[in-house]
């Protein structure tokens, strides 16, 4: 595997990147909302195809309003507009940021892991061979890979 990773973060960076997340987080606090599951999945979805026409439909709601129905609030209408608009080029920052967090801690999490599989399998030869020491550590690493067998349910006929 091909070691992209070499290096740690210093727990300064890591403090400070902690520090301003967190003042971001308190910044939007209150204007920002949260859906159960069932609410975003019932939702329709705005995209790069429905904004051409969310923002027709602004336009004609302004120049031609005796044709908007009387439920529908064109002030209200703008202004979840302006925040959709606000909030896109934000969330686009954060899901960069996101996949490359996801990416790096990934390729970091797999170096480790190879690496500890190597040791695993230097480990597991060496207790082969009954060499000093080893078959303590094989027998506590092996517990990763040990599936604990299911206990059969007890007959109700016994």
Known sequence: MDNKVNSSI???????AT???????????????????TERHDLPKMSDGTLPFVQKCLDYCKSNPEFAPAYVNYNEL??????????????????????????TSMQAGAESYVSSLSY???????AKY????????????????T??????PASENN
Do not use: C
């Open 10 to 16: 210093p727990e300064s960076v890591i403090s400070e």
């Open 78 to 103: 703008t202004e979840d507009m302006k925040m959709y608009q606000q909030l896109l080029p934000l969330y686009r920052t954060v899901l960069q940021l996101e996949n490359k967090l996801n990416d």
């Open 130 to 145: 009954d060499a000093p020491g080893a078959k303590a550590i094989y027998e506590d690493l092996k517990k990763r890979f």
């Open 19 to 37: 520090t301003k997340l967190s003042e971001v987080v308190n910044i939007l606090k209150p204007y920002l909302i949260a859906l159960s599951p």
């Open 120 to 126: 695993y399998n230097s480990v597991k030869n060496a």
């Open 147 to 152: 599936k604990e067998k299911a206990t059969a």
